[in-house]
């Protein structure tokens, strides 16, 4: 499992290079910091739709939070927000995939 690094969007331009940012997804999953302000982006290059699943450890009344499915269309791009429900007890997120082929990741935080 690759551990994504988080990258800055600047408040004052809002402008990043998202290409140059991402990263190809990892085969094994991804884990990523959450936090108020961060987001997972998932850029599927593919002539396939790819799914991106992100594990909810924590229970609500003793029921297990069902896992976030995200479903990229082909050529598309999604951002998913990083909330603490995500978090393991390592305070990262983890992240599967149904494939990877094309996808790559970005974990971006929003500037003050």
């Known amino acids: 499992m690759a551990a ?5 969007v600047p408040a004052g331009t809002g402008l990043l290079d998202l ?15 959450v936090g108020t302000g961060r987001f997972l982006v ?3 290059g593919d002539a396939a739709p ?11 009344q003793g029921l297990d939070i069902a896992n976030a499915a995200i479903t ?8 998913v927000p990083l909330t603490r429900v995500f978090a393991g007890t390592n305070g ?8 990877v082929t094309s996808v790559k990741v970005a974990v971006l935080e929003l500037g003050t």
């Open 72 to 79: 990229v269309a082909a050529g598309k791009t999604a951002v």
């Open 92 to 99: 990262r997120a983890t992240i599967t995939y149904d494939g």
């Open 19 to 33: 290409n140059a940012a991402a990263v190809a997804a990892a085969g094994g999953g991804d884990s990523a910091p």
């Open 42 to 44: 998932i850029v599927n």
């Open 50 to 60: 790819h799914t991106a699943t992100l594990a909810t450890p924590g229970k609500v």
């Open 4 to 8: 994504l690094n988080v990258t800055a």
